[in-house]
């Protein structure tokens, strides 16, 4: 199946081909996010596979000196911790109420660019976040585009635990570490990996 196999994708047509993974296809679209950091800028450090790139990123710049006086609020202890071993300033909502950017990534992404998330387990911080960014740009990859959203047979968490009683339905909350409760939001700035949508030419590669 497509979504799962590496990807061969021609990078020029005099150029041999080259192999790369999702993981690869990931870092790409989340260092081209990060090209939007600039200095002196409050930004949002994401949770997800995809935004764990950007913020190894903006670590690295900061290293090098290509990038100064910014400050991070992550969305989980996770990235908190990943943003503290790089070396990252942080900070928090009550300090730097408004955020310049945000990056982060989305459980699926629909023709219209409605998204989903949630399912890492970070929602609340995220929700904090993009709520008070000026500019909230999500960073995805093939796995998350599709036709609809909901339509994927993943597990859909929820927190309208008393809606479904009446119908029998008893709600589980996850806590950290697992999925926990999904949004919808749109209208947002959005990198869709180009990248990955070459390459269903190559599908069944
Ligand atoms: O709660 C988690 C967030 O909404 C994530 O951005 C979303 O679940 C996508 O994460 P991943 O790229 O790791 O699947």
């Known amino acids: 199946m497509w979504r799962d196999a590496d990807l061969l994708l021609s990078s020029s047509s005099r150029s041999p081909f080259v192999i790369f993974t999702q ?9 081209k996010a990060v090209e939007y950091v600039k200095f002196g800028m ?10 764990k790139h950007a913020v190894n990123r903006i670590g690295e710049l900061l290293l090098q000196g290509k990038l100064k006086d910014i400050v991070g609020i992550p969305t989980s202890k996770i990235t ?13 909502l009550d300090s730097h109420p408004v955020v310049n950017l945000a990056i ?35 960073i995805v990859d093939g796995y998350n585009l599709v036709n609809y959203i909901g339509g994927v047979d993943w597990p859909c968490p929820l927190r309208l635990r008393k809606l479904f ?16 409760e999904p949004y919808v939001t749109d209208n947002v ?7 990955f949508k070459r390459s269903r030419r190559f599908e069944g590669c």
Not at 80 to 92: M, T
Not at 105 to 128: C, H, I, Q, T, Y
Request: charged share 30%; hydrophobic share 40%.
């Open 80 to 92: 908190h911790e990943q943003a503290l071993s790089l070396g990252i300033p942080l900070s928090d």
């Open 104 to 138: 982060d990534g989305a459980d699926e992404v629909d023709p219209f660019l409605n998204l989903f998330k949630g399912r890492s387990g970070s929602l609340l911080r995220e929700k904090m976040v993009k709520n008070t960014c000026k500019k909230f740009i999500v």
């Open 189 to 195: 700035n959005f990198i869709v990996d180009l990248y």
């Open 42 to 51: 409050v930004l949002g450090l994401g949770t997800s596979s995809n935004a």
């Open 165 to 180: 009683e009446e119908a029998g339905c008893v709600a589980k909350l996850r806590t950290f570490g697992e999925k926990e």
């Open 23 to 31: 993981d690869d296809l990931k870092k790409i679209v989340a260092y």
